[in-house]
């Protein structure tokens, strides 16, 4: 195990000033026993000898970073329809550090925020509560470990404490049990941001907060928003691929839930899809698939389309829009790269066609074909006798076959299917049992140092 890392304090949200956030008061929970510790990432923050209670149930501040908490102010569109009275309802941001340089892995000293879900009330709640069930905070746990163990850039889950507190909800079994989440980010700042000050014409602070995206998140330096335009264009068509070769749909990909750094976030009613169906939905009030699997790649870039008229306040709108017509192209490109990541091998050309042909055949799940053709291995198994996998055989026909580590030769994949999201959750809600939540964390670690050691 590596040496923990020291600890970086950088308030640097602070530099924004008083118009992009509201101080808040954390909520005070009559219990706080922790369900889930990120022991991993808290060794590469330099947060190993903390008092998680004090700090992750009670909010007290870290050491020289943030003295208050802060809800940010955002705007956005959800399912396609403005809404101006967003904002932090349930969450805030809590401090911000710096990741260690780490040019071997290429980590390079990022800006990383930890921020709350279910932390209480908030100017923005709108009659909300302000909390989050424990269902929700084990079910954002588990989407978050699976997603980075595939290589997606996601938001990391880094502590999550059960609270004591009985919760009344509509879409499951009330009374329900609470919880408090905090998220570990590469940046909260996200395309509503940029709305909310387009809406208010405000333009010195658009250009202020394109300085401290390009600068902080970016650490470019500069101010030139076409600028930053692209480098999101790219980190979003990366990410739209990223959930496409993860089999991942998010749900709700409003443009108040798109980061500006491309980083995926804020876990509603996510699923991953058995087999390739573009027609797969994660949310029952997605009544029309606006963010079904096939899909996301349009909301996404839909969503960029939004940061574009945004960005024409203050910057040239014909070379925005020259910008956002490469998406599809970037976003294509990633996708390649992806599906060659998640199976081991080179990208090259036809992977691609020959990935998705076979995919769309629906012979076998998205799982199981990247498990079983791993490192460009040739499945001799009956379903794979069908035409769809003719051009992955001739594609891996002259690869070698490397010993594979242990995962490799199980029986099947580590998958995170809804059924089994449901049974980990009953086992907790039944008899307060945690054993399989956390065998499967630790199946899914074994699947992501599989996947890194025979890269």
Known sequence: ???????????????????????????????????????????????THLDWEAHFARFEPLPD??????????????????????????????????????????????????????????????????????????????????????????????????????????DEPSPTRSAVLTRLSHGHIRIGTFQRLAFFNDTEELKRLTAYCLGQLYEEPGDDPLRLFDLVCTATATLAASYIAAGFVHGVLNSDNIAITGESFDYGPWRFAPDWDEGFTAAYFDEYGLY????????????????????????????????????????????????????????EPGLLPAVLKALRSRKVGLD????????????????????????????????????????????????????EVEAIWTAIADHDDWAPFEAKIAAIRRMADAMTSDA
């Open 292 to 347: 079904s699997f096939g899909r996301q790649p349009e909301a996404i870039q839909w969503n960029m389309a939004q940061l574009a008229g945004c960005l024409a306040l203050v910057a040239d709108a014909p070379a925005l829009s020259d910008v956002l017509a490469q998406w599809p192209a970037r976003f294509e490109a990633a996708l390649g790269e992806r599906f060659a990541r998640r199976l081991g091998v080179e990208a």
């Open 368 to 419: 199981r074909l990247f498990f079983d053709w791993r490192g460009g291995r040739l499945p001799r198994a009956e379903q794979y006798s069908d035409p769809s996998f003719e051009d992955l055989f001739i594609l891996f026909a002259e690869r070698g076959r490397p010993p594979p580590p242990p995962y490799w030769s199980d029986p099947a994949p580590c998958s995170m299917l809804i059924d």
């Open 65 to 170: 970073n943030l003295p208050q908490a802060l809800a940010l102010r955002y705007h956005g569109h959800q399912f396609r329809h403005y809404n101006p009275d967003l904002g932090d309802g349930r969450g805030f941001l809590f401090a911000q550090l710096r990741e260690v340089s780490d040019t071997l892995h290429g980590r390079s000293g990022r800006l990383l925020d930890l921020g709350t879900k279910g932390s209480g009330q908030t100017p923005w709640s709108r009659r909300g509560d302000g909390r989050l069930t424990l269902k929700g905070g084990v079910r954002e746990v588990l989407a978050t470990e699976m997603l980075e163990a595939l290589g997606v850039n996601t938001s990391k889950s880094f502590a999550l404490f059960e609270t004591g507190e009985a919760l009344l909800r509509g």
């Open 1 to 47: 195990m590596a040496a923990p890392q020291p600890y970086r304090a950088d308030p640097a949200i602070l530099g924004l000033g008083d118009a992009f956030y509201d101080v808040v008061a954390p909520a005070r929970f009559p219990q706080a026993i922790p369900r889930f510790l990120n022991r991993r990432w808290a060794e590469r923050i330099g947060l």
